[in-house]
């Protein structure tokens, strides 16, 4: 984690699913993640260009980006399909 400079958030809350991907189990509103379009019960698979294997991994990919800097996610929702999202990482106040 970065020790200067502001830190991104996705304002989601997020598990560790049990297979690889991090579990959304609460999305804050309004928020970063909500305006993504991601909601409860997605699964995080990938963040920009890291894999997300568990919720540590996604804590870790949120902290390396920029606020204010576009990122893919790849998504599962929970009826099993999947898509593609841009997120714009807000700023930890």
Same mark, same amino acid.
């Given at each position: 984690?970065?020790?200067?400079? #502001?830190?991104?958030? =996705? %304002? &989601?809350?997020? $598990? *560790?699913? %049990?297979? #690889?991907?991090?579990?959304? &189990?609460?999305?804050? /509103?309004?928020? #970063?993640?909500?305006?993504?379009? =991601?909601? !409860?019960? *997605? $699964?995080?698979?990938?963040? %920009? %260009?890291? !894999? &997300? *294997? /568990?919720?540590?991994?996604?804590?870790?990919?949120?902290? !390396?980006?920029?606020?204010?800097?576009?990122? =893919?996610?790849?998504? !599962?929702?929970?009826?099993?399909?999947?898509?593609?999202?841009?997120?714009? #990482?807000?700023? &930890? /106040?």
């Amino acid at each position: 984690m970065r020790d200067s400079g #502001p830190r991104a958030t =996705l %304002g &989601v809350e997020a $598990v *560790d699913y %049990g297979s #690889p991907g991090a579990l959304v &189990v609460g999305v804050h /509103t309004p928020g #970063p993640g909500y305006r993504a379009g =991601l909601a !409860r019960g *997605d $699964v995080l698979l990938q963040f %920009g %260009g890291a !894999r &997300v *294997d /568990t919720a540590a991994d996604l804590a870790r990919a949120v902290a !390396r980006a920029r606020p204010g800097s576009e990122v =893919l996610l790849t998504v !599962r929702h929970s009826g099993g399909g999947f898509q593609q999202l841009t997120v714009v #990482p807000g700023v &930890v /106040t």
